[in-house]
């Protein structure tokens, strides 16, 4: 294994406990006692890091490229944009406010949606993912592994439906004290 190699595997490593550890933090609850899961202010800043990145590279190579490049210099940008995006709207927007009768979901795009626990018809979980998936008959919701107090939303779907961590393949996750 060469030096590059090492340093993005430990970057890597690092960046995934890191996440991991902030989502088993305790969600934030309000004064009625309902718990938000947010994502970690993490997504927002590498978001950031990747739009800014994505214009350097798009200002900083159709000024010097020759003109055959710039097609590879915009395609570098659209990368960047494309992943940076996501991330950044991710952060900012997605929110799950679980309640003790409904789960109120805020997505990436800033849609709010309402799902009430008898009407929830299947969850599961992609271990792939890492996506916990609810599902009613006209909706569905997806709740990734690092939003933070993720474990606490498990905890209450164990309490308020048939679906427990060993039946849905979740790995053995609990909100820190």
Known sequence: MDTTTGIVAIA???TMTLLISTSLKKPKEDKYGNK???FPKFYIIMGLIAICLS??????GLTTAEPDEKIIVILISLLFLGLGLPLFFIGKNFKLIITPNE???TNIFGKTSKIN???ITSISFGKLSQELKIKTDSLKIKVH???VGFPYLIDTIESKTKYTRK????????TKA
């Open 145 to 147: 592994q690092h939003a």
């Open 36 to 38: 938000t899961l947010v």
């Open 55 to 60: 214009f350097t590279v798009l200002i900083g």
């Open 103 to 105: 789960l109120i979901h």
């Open 12 to 14: 890597v490593s690092l």
């Open 167 to 174: 039946t849905l393949g979740i790995p053995f996750l609990k």
């Open 117 to 119: 626990w008898e009407a």
